[in-house]
């Protein structure tokens, strides 16, 4: 069965920094795209960061471009999305998603993906 868990999320102060990862248990992620989706109360669940299974190419939303920076690292099955500058409005529950294979339509669908984490809350204050 695969299972992805997220952590790293937190209580942060608006402009501080937090790293979250993501371990995919179950199957190798080297050949799957993988991404990043948050959750805010009340809201929808949104995208935030997609990368493609080699690293090469990824992709982000215009609310995080510049701030956020998705990578990953095959060996050992994770995915890892760096926040910095951080703002009240990222306040969210952060979301790891994996596909198996290729993904035929967009990066940023929520139906892309197979695979979803439990999530972890990530609080800013400001």
């Known amino acids: 069965q695969v299972q992805p868990v997220e952590s790293g999320g937190g209580f942060v102060h608006a402009g501080e920094s937090l790293r979250l990862s993501c371990v995919v248990s179950?199957?190798?992620?080297?050949?799957?795209?993988m991404a990043w989706f948050r959750q805010a109360p009340g809201q929808e669940r949104e995208f935030v960061a997609a990368?493609?299974?080699?690293?090469?190419?990824?992709d982000y939303a215009d609310s995080v471009k510049d701030r956020f920076t998705i990578s990953r690292d095959n060996a050992k099955n994770t995915v890892f999305l760096q926040m910095n500058s951080l703002k009240p409005d990222d306040t969210a529950v952060y979301y790891c998603?994996?596909?198996?294979?290729?993904?035929?339509?967009?990066?940023?669908?929520?139906?892309?993906?197979?695979?979803w984490g439990q999530g972890t809350q990530v609080t800013v204050s400001s």
């Open positions: 998603a994996v596909k198996e294979g290729p993904i035929s339509g967009t990066y940023r669908a929520l139906l892309s993906y197979d695979y």
């Open positions: 179950g199957r190798p992620i080297s050949n799957s795209p």
């Open positions: 990368i493609n299974w080699s690293g090469g190419s990824s």
